[in-house]
């Protein structure tokens, strides 16, 4: 469970700290991992089964994830010709 | 009740971040190594103790003590690498720890799992993206591109190390504070870990196994009508007309 929560922390600084888009999500996947760590750790703790199912659920999000974002990372790409985040500043508020 | 334990967590999670600061990339010199590689070290070596002192038999072999230092370093990797093709690669590293580290925990399908929808299907997807959107700056400033500014600057790295510090001390410090009650063993099945899991996903979760079902088949939709609505505006190169294909465009 430490390590779940080492690893989500990590993802967590990449993802505010990273400014490539493709690496931000890279991080997402990092904290995904983070959790699913944790998942399996407390199913194995508590003698159940279910940790283990979320897992495979964390793991449809995760997929799900990954092709919306990279789609939505693509078409953004494709506007700008740039992977900064900071390039789309002009979307604040 | 275990005090010095939560002391150590809270110290491990102040020394890895420090090190996770000094490995960002920055602006100007090469990262410190002299001093980064140590505290990583440290840190790594913090959180096999606290794995020793606290965490389960399963937890204790040599085997996943490993595994948590590669899946450790790896993630370190991912974030403070400045080229994005090695930071997937880097991220195949840590699912694979990971993998093991679950096969190692007694939950072999998941991990399974985890070795072909992660490294086999996601990492695929983002080799693939990362070389879509590198592509176009080939020539002779490839070398520029492939380390392009804005992946040489982290924004604003003591903030987020700070937020990540904070983040991952009260986690741990919770962690460990709860003590560490036996855990009650997983009932032994003679079918094996597979079998449990499927049975388990289709009886209790039967509902849920449909609803994800479903959800990737709109997350697919989504993906196509996303990628491809800007297509033909933004495309370089001569625009075809739909009907011109074929009369003196060759297809192929």
């Known amino acids: 469970m430490i390590v779940g929560a080492m690893l989500f922390g990590l993802g967590v600084v990449g993802f505010l700290t990273r400014r490539n888009l493709i690496i931000m999500f890279l991080c997402t996947e990092v904290m995904f991992q983070g959790v699913l760590v944790n998942f399996v750790a407390m199913g194995q703790r508590w003698g159940n089964l279910q940790g283990q199912a979320f897992g495979l659920f964390v793991l449809v999000i995760a997929a799900v994830e990954a092709g919306l974002g990279l789609a939505i990372v693509v078409m953004l790409y494709r506007r700008r010709g740039t992977l900064d985040a900071e390039h789309w500043r002009t979307m604040r508020g | ?252």
């Not at chain 2, 450790?72 to 840590?94: D, E, I, N, W």
């Open chain 2, 1 to 252: 009740m275990q005090d010095w334990l939560v002391y150590l967590a809270y110290f491990v999670a102040a020394i890895g971040s420090t090190a996770v600061y000094a490995a960002l990339p920055r602006e100007g010199a090469a990262p410190r190594k002299s001093f980064m590689i140590p505290m990583l070290g440290l840190a790594i070596g913090g959180v096999v103790v606290l794995l020793n002192k606290f965490a389960g038999p399963a937890a204790q072999s040599w085997y996943s003590i490993i595994l948590v230092v590669l899946a450790l370093g790896g993630a370190v990797r991912v974030v403070t690498h400045p080229k994005p093709v090695y930071s997937a690669l880097y991220f195949v590293m840590v699912v694979l720890s990971t993998a093991a580290l679950m096969v190692v925990c007694g939950a072999e399908f998941l991990g399974a799992a985890l070795v072909i929808v992660y490294a086999g299907a996601i990492l695929v997807t983002y080799v693939f993206v990362i070389m879509l959107a590198q592509q176009s700056h080939r020539g002779p400033e490839a070398q520029v591109a492939a380390t392009s500014d804005f992946d040489r600057h982290a924004r604003e790295p003591f903030a987020a190390v700070a937020a990540g510090f904070v983040l991952v001390a009260t986690v741990a410090g919770v962690i460990v504070g709860q003590g560490s009650t036996p855990s009650t063993p997983m009932p032994n099945s003679p079918d094996g870990n597979t079998m449990e899991i499927g049975r388990v996903l289709l009886t209790d979760f039967a509902v849920s196994v449909e609803l994800a079902g479903v959800l990737l088949m709109v997350a697919m939709i989504g993906a196509i009508a996303l990628a491809r609505r800007r297509f033909p505006k933004h495309e370089e190169g001569p625009a075809y007309q739909p009907g011109e294909i074929g009369r003196h465009v060759k297809p192929f």
